[in-house]
């Protein structure tokens, strides 16, 4: 199993290519999450040829991508919104499974610091029932769900607990998006580590989303890679910066620094 993942640009495939084989990331594709790519067959068909085309190191099978998130709301109260965004994250699954991809991430769409009960109540049975009928549906590719702007765990935790049972949907954990809240890095990685499956990097102030290169911001790195080792949260990583500079950058302060998944330098 790839324990790193990058970002694919398909104008600076060469470089980023050899990146990938140095360290031994797949890709995790970012193209298809655009609703005026959502619309568009045919630029759907083309991307996906030009990444055949391109001589990655690793076969699809080892990918993943980022599915539709742009106002999808599985939960909402309005019956066209919410098959609109059915519609949106089902697309996303069949992209997956016409290119053999291991997986898909999505948002958990919630309204971050809103939780009137019925509101809560209402995301998790509404999201539970339709991932779970999804994973029935997309068996050969995992499902993982990401905190967005979320301010505790607790919410995506219970989802995840109540769909344990479902083999194939997971949570991703978005550390960055984590750090942007009030809630402690421990408190979020000891809340959904039993359900952590996949994992996404990148630096940032505290208070932006900014996508900087790992060790380029705030982020307390030796925390999380404590914290990880600790409660024993065995996933894959995605650098989730863009561009050949950024990665290289993140990927060597990993090394440096031995932080998961890279291996620590043994004393």
């Known amino acids: 199993m790839s324990k790193l993942y990058l970002v694919p640009d398909r104008s600076d495939m060469e470089r980023i290519r050899a990146l990938a084989a140095e360290y031994g990331c797949a890709f995790e594709y970012n193209d298809f999450f655009l609703p005026k790519v959502m619309e568009d067959p045919q630029k759907q068909k ?17 990918d993943t991508m980022h599915g539709a998130f742009f106002d999808v709301t599985i939960h909402s109260d309005d019956p066209l919104i919410r098959d609109a965004s059915m519609l949106r994250v089902r697309q996303s699954m069949e ?11 999505f948002h958990t769409g919630r309204l971050a610091g809103f939780r009137a009960a019925g509101y809560l109540q209402n995301w998790r049975d509404r999201n539970e029932a339709f991932f779970a009928e999804l994973a029935g549906q997309y068996p050969a590719q995992q499902i993982y769900m990401e905190n967005m702007f979320d301010e505790a765990p607790d919410i ?10 479902v083999k194939n949907f ?92 890279m291996e620590r330098e043994r004393e």
């Not at 992209?95 to 991430?105: D, F």
């Not at 995506?156 to 049972?165: N, Q, S, T, V």
């Not at 421990?186 to 996949?198: G, K, N, Q, S, V």
């Open 170 to 261: 997971g949570v991703c954990l978005d550390y960055a998006h984590a750090m942007l809240s009030k809630c402690p890095g421990r408190e979020w990685i000891e809340a959904l580590a039993p359900y952590i499956r996949h994992i996404h990097i990148n630096d940032n102030d505290l208070q932006n989303d900014l996508h900087l290169a790992v060790g380029a911001g705030t982020l307390d790195w030796q925390e999380f890679d404590s914290l990880i080792r600790e409660y024993r949260v065995e996933a894959p990583v995605l650098v989730e910066v863009n561009g050949y500079e950024a990665q290289k950058e993140s990927l060597q302060y990993l090394k440096r620094h031995g932080i998961y998944p």
């Open 156 to 165: 995506l935790a219970g989802l995840a607990e109540k769909m344990r049972d």
């Open 46 to 62: 083309e991307i996906i040829e030009n990444y055949r085309m391109s001589q990655k190191p690793f076969p699809f099978e080892t």
């Open 95 to 105: 992209i997956a499974k016409s290119m053999g991809l291991k997986g898909v991430v």
